[in-house]
């Protein structure tokens, strides 16, 4: 079983930048970081896979960073360049294989189904 914590919500004005971090027990292969603002689904953001391929939703491309910590197990994410659209609750997820992705007309996309653990989430607030 693996557990994840979130830290580092808060709010922040439109421009600014905060810094999330997933603290994980036990062993983790894929992670990775979701988020569901209020009336939303719950999107994929960004993953990373344990050959440190990265995947970022095209709405976060240039702004958010995935790394992860493999000494201290610590997933993170770097935001910048914050807008109010990013206000919204946001979840770690971790899995046991390697990443997937997956593409419609829409574009490509993280599946939630392929993680099977998820942390409680933490709000993230941007004001205009």
């Known amino acids: 079983q693996v557990q994840l914590v979130e830290s580092g919500g808060g709010s922040v004005q439109a421009g600014g930048s905060l810094r999330l971090s997933c603290g994980a027990s036990?062993?983790?292969?894929?992670m990775g970081w979701f988020r569901q603002a209020p009336g939303n689904e719950r999107e994929g953001v960004a993953g990373?896979?344990?050959?440190?391929?990265?995947f970022y939703a095209r709405s976060i491309q240039g702004r958010f960073t995935i790394s992860k910590d493999n000494a201290k197990n610590t997933l993170h994410l770097q935001m910048n360049s914050l807008k109010p659209e990013d206000t919204a609750m946001y979840y770690c997820?971790?899995?046991?294989?390697?990443?997937?992705?997956?593409?419609?007309?829409?574009?490509?996309?993280?599946?939630?189904?392929?993680?099977?653990?998820w942390g409680q989430g933490i709000l993230v607030t941007v004001s205009s």
């Open positions: 997820a971790a899995g046991g294989g390697h990443l997937m992705t997956a593409c419609n007309g829409g574009g490509c996309y993280l599946p939630r189904n392929q993680f099977e653990y």
């Open positions: 036990g062993d983790t292969y894929s």
């Open positions: 990373i896979d344990t050959d440190g391929s990265i």
